[in-house]
């Protein structure tokens, strides 16, 4: 076993290895109240409406799945039966037509993403239909980033190719593990041919950006293993790479359970794994973003970092292109003007809502200015690995901030003595060991965590573990 990345030690690992948000969203869902509805949804569109000359970002989840992934933590329906996404593509119609109109004037899209899933569960007609009916709606800026998740094992060469006839410039692979016997263990076989061919085929296209998805943690995992596919991905020579940890939370998803007959990497062995992505990745030239993002150096992922334009949301790490986004399809979660708004959890509420003429809302949030203060902390934290006070009052109007956070200060200052941050009167920068542990670093700005312990009336384990 080699050594943990920066000297750190297991017992220290395994004390920090809570539970905790991975804080794509501030506050966090479980937050999110189900009063809020689809006439809060309205009114949050009629305020983005207001802004008439603003462009757009579009997220439209495409649940179907033709197999499950036993690590799975996203929201699909598994089916065999292709023409199953056709009355799911009649909802989606319906809430392109009853969302849009609230939109007024305000119809430019400079980013559109097809989530999944597996966006590509669709076949070519079907790809063609899901693009007419938003573009019977929404017009696309000549730079607008307009990208796909794709996974390779099921994805054709004529897909991709309609794909890019239809505007896609980014696509995003999932790959996880090349290693047969964790892809065994997880119960999805992707040959390395199959990715290799599809990465060629996306490139022959003129595919412009390319993602691929890795993730550690997982069980059947060794160091030497992950290794191997650390040095076949960067070989490929993708933009921007993700290397997620695994979030096992099988009170959420029963089918995770499979994976507790094997032993799961533990926290210093999660460390070790991840500490190999960094010195693989950065070796190849590719810089951090992040938790858990790399990019290449041009990569707009990079430019937006540099920018301050980097954000954190429920895909990830994303460019904000747009201030606002409208989240279309089962489970899809908009952030607009102020507000979150998530849509029905399943294929049967989503389909019937939208028969019965409503908006699919089933939960959502105001966001209070306390909530706006501690998000724009958060995000600071989880996207530039930063505090700066002055900064923050700048971005937020706010005055006073380093004594409205006294007390958040006080309790960060362990972190600076293990050599996690450097902090000054005003200002924190995240050390490269701290990256690890920015998750508990956010969590102290967490008005929610505080309250729920102190009620002590919370129960169960709500979050996946931070390390
Ligand atoms: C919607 S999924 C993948 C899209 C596509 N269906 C595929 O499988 O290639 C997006 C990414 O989320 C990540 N993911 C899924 N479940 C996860 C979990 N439990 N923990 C961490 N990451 C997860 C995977 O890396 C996956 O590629």
Redesign the pocket.
């Known amino acids: 076993m080699s050594e943990l990345p920066f000297g750190l030690d297991e017992a220290l690992l395994s004390r920090l290895a809570v539970s905790g948000p991975r804080y794509t969203s501030y506050p966090t869902a479980p937050e999110w109240s189900a009063d809020f509805g689809p006439g809060d949804a309205s009114a949050a569109y009629a305020r983005a409406a207001q802004r008439p000359d603003e462009p757009l970002s579009l997220y439209v989840h495409l649940p179907f ?1 033709s197999r499950l ?1 036993l ?4 929201t699909v329906e598994i089916s065999g039966r292709p023409d199953r996404a056709d009355s799911y593509l009649d909802a989606v119609e319906r809430e392109l037509e009853l969302l849009a109109p609230q939109l007024g004037a305000r119809r430019t899209l400079t980013q559109l993403h097809w ?4 966006p590509t569960f669709l076949s070519v007609p079907r790809l063609q239909r899901l693009h007419a009916l938003i573009s019977k709606h929404f017009t696309f800026r000549s730079d607008a980033e307009v990208s796909v ?4 094992h099921v994805t054709s060469a004529e897909q991709v190719s309609a794909l890019v006839d239809l505007g896609f410039n980014r696509v ?3 790959v ?1 593990d090349l290693d047969a016997r964790v892809q065994h263990a997880v119960r ?1 076989e992707q040959t390395s041919d199959e990715t290799h061919d599809l990465v060629a085929h996306c490139r022959a296209a003129g595919v412009e950006g390319l993602n691929i ?3 550690y943690g997982l069980p059947e995992q060794t160091e030497q293993g992950f290794a191997a596919t650390l040095d076949a991905v960067a070989a490929l020579a993708p933009d921007r790479l ?1 290397v ?6 099988p009170w959420l ?1 029963p089918a ?1 359970k499979a994976l507790e007959d094997y032993a799961l990497p533990d926290a210093p062995t999660r460390a070790r794994l991840f500490g190999l992505a960094l010195q693989k990745l950065v070796a190849a030239d590719y810089q951090v973003v992040g938790l858990d993002h790399f990019a290449k150096r041009d990569d707009s992922l990079m430019h937006a970092l540099r920018d301050g334009r980097l954000h954190r949301n429920f895909m990830g790490y994303a460019v904000r292109a747009a201030e606002d986004m409208l989240g279309v399809g089962m489970s899809s979660i908009g952030e607009v003007a102020g507000a979150f708004i998530q849509n029905a959890r399943d294929t049967k509420t989503y389909e019937a809502e939208l028969a019965a003429g409503r908006l699919p809302v089933i939960r959502g949030l105001h966001r209070s200015a306390e909530d706006e203060l501690r998000r724009a902390v958060i995000l600071s934290l989880m996207c530039q690995m930063r505090i700066s006070w002055p900064e923050l009052e700048q971005a937020t109007g706010r005055t006073q901030l380093a004594a409205h956070f006294a007390s958040e200060w006080e309790a960060l200052k362990p972190f600076a003595d293990l050599g996690m941050c450097t902090m000054s009167s005003d200002a924190l920068q995240v050390t490269e060991v701290g990256r690890l542990f920015l998750r508990h670093m956010a969590m102290l700005f967490d008005e929610s965590l505080a309250k729920r312990a102190q009620d002590q009336g919370d129960q169960g384990p709500r979050f ?1 573990k931070t390390l």
């Open positions: 799945c992934c690590y799975c933590g996203c989530g999944g899933g597996t998740e794709v996974d390779p995003s692979m999932g996880q999805r998805d890795l993730m993700a997620f940890g695994y979030a096992h939370v998803k995770q996946s």
